[in-house]
């Protein structure tokens, strides 16, 4: 009845290989909660699927000289069990937790989620910020990528044929560094973000000296606010910075008006999430814990 | 094209069985070995009734791919009880009226299980957040969360 072929790669080369013999009709199979979703709708027709995780590179995390890489198909929730990662990068961490539930979080990986390439995708509005670098492996090689200019477009990435993504690498941390990342859906859990918004700063006293902000589901991909983070750079924090700040979140949005949000409502929202997790950045960096409601 | 065979555990039991590559999990545990204790409500992974776990971990059956079952450690509901003995969190869904139906009912058990395996003294947010994955139409959830809540008190208390 169908052509469909199953393979577990065992290495990255051979997933590359398969990938490219599969000429285009070729699909990674991750944690499977989009692809599966996206086959039994009809949108996806595989002709081989290629599964990952038994390439133990892509299933686990490693830390070296305080820069973490983290297997494409590791599942969030082993992210989230792990002490260190989670300590230097809660925002990434809790950008990864928010994605579906405790059942979905169990196959759901952040590389899975980077390239589903939804514009609102919850963990890449923080790996966005966190600075990461995706690791892709193809037929002519391994390259590094800027995760900001990895998608392309709702849907769509910046992968060629036979082109995989094995890890995504976040940078060693200097000190007094944290994260956040904060969306906004009209429930509590379990749906998908009108407004995604993840902050990383490092901070010298109360002054912030470095920033990064990404930003989703107000544009086809997530962006890169470069003009957000200028405005936190130097600044305490204060009204005005954060004000600044949130214009320019508002300014770089180019959201669409469907069901979940307006144009008008995203555009706003965006700059009260700016705000909100940028604090949250920085009380994590002076030690005030927020944690949000998963019970392990 | 030929079916894939694969070599798994269910249940503590080693299993075998053949499929397509594009089967999921939950079909070949329902329409091939027979264990319909697993249902599907959705199939895309949004209502949890057909919760499994693999190798120690919590999963919807309708978005795993049958083959990936080879070489894995799979419980479903079907190994819950101890025999004839039920397990306390069965014995306390009947006793507290925690399902109507029953077809969500399955899921949660698998999903309360997991949790008090990792967490034996969850606060009421936690667990109804722990659960957000499993749909019920007819409870409204309040029993169903009364009775995670005392199951974990009773386990804490007999584990004294």
Known sequence: MSDIQYKAAKTVREAVGLMAAAKGKGYILAGGTDLLVQMKSGARTPGVIVDV??????????????????????????????KKLRKAWPGVIEAANLI???????????GGNLCNASPAADSVPALVAA?????????????????????????KTSLKTGEIVVSLTLPKRPKNSSDAYLRLIPR????????????SLTMKGDTVTDARVGLGAVAPTVLLVDKAAKALIGSKLDDAALDAAAEACSAACKPIDDKRGTIKYRTKIAGVLLKRSAMIARDRINGIEHRGHRPV | MAKIHITTT???????????????????????????????????GDCGACTVTIDGRLVCSCLVLAPEAEGAKIETIEGMADGDTLHPLQKKFIEMAALQCGICTPGFLMASKSLLERNPNPTETEVRYWLAGNLCRCTGYDKIITAVLDVAAEMRESAR
């Open chain 1, 131 to 155: 600075g990461c670098i995706v690791n892709v492996a193809g037929p002519n090689g391994k390259r590094a990528v800027p995760v900001e200019k990895f998608c392309t477009g709702p849907g």
């Open chain 1, 188 to 199: 509590t859990e379990m749906d998908i973000a009108v407004v995604g918004v993840g902050v």
């Open chain 1, 53 to 82: 995780k038994k390439i133990p590179e892509m299933v686990s995390v490693v830390e070296k000289n305080g820069a973490f890489t983290i297997g494409a198909a590791t599942p969030a929730a082993v992210l989230g069990e792990h």
């Open chain 1, 100 to 110: 579906g539930s405790t059942q979905v979080q169990g196959r759901a990986s952040a």
């Open chain 2, 10 to 44: 269910i249940n503590g039991a080693p299993t075998e069985f053949l499929c397509e590559p594009q089967q999921t999990l939950l079909d070949v545990l329902r329409d091939q070995l027979g264990l319909t204790g697993s249902k599907e409500g959705c199939g895309s």
